[in-house]
């Protein structure tokens, strides 16, 4: 079965950091280009940062460029987004998604980032 099992998420002072993780199985990872998602209450959801199938060029929303970076470690299935200097309109579910080249899509559960004093 597909699984996207994403971690990491909790509750940060702004200016600080968290790391999340989402670990892939059930289709193949390598092949997917993966993304990072992000949906606060009463908003739309929106494109955080995005990794090709191979690595290359990651992009990001305006929003937390120079804060935010994309990574992947397809030998663990694992795409990670490191958040630094975080602020409060950071504070949504991030939703790791999945797409695989010529393939099917899959969204991932959602992992809470609340970044309060």
């Known amino acids: 079965q597909v699984r996207l099992v994403e971690s990491g998420g909790g509750l940060v002072q702004p200016g600080g950091s968290l790391r999340l993780s989402c670990e892939a199985s059930g289709f193949t990872f390598s092949s997917s280009a993966m993304s990072w998602y992000r949906r606060a209450p009463g908003q739309e959801r929106e494109l955080v940062a995005s990794i090709s199938t191979f690595g290359a060029r990651p992009n990001y929303a305006d929003s937390v460029k120079g804060r935010f970076t994309i990574s992947r470690d397809n030998a663990k299935n694992t795409v990670y987004l490191q958040m630094n200097s975080l602020k409060p309109e950071d504070t949504a579910v991030y939703i790791c998604?999945?797409?695989?080249?010529?393939?099917?899509?899959?969204w991932g559960q959602g992992t809470q980032v609340t970044v309060s004093s």
């Open positions: 998604y999945a797409k695989v080249f010529l393939g099917s899509d899959y």
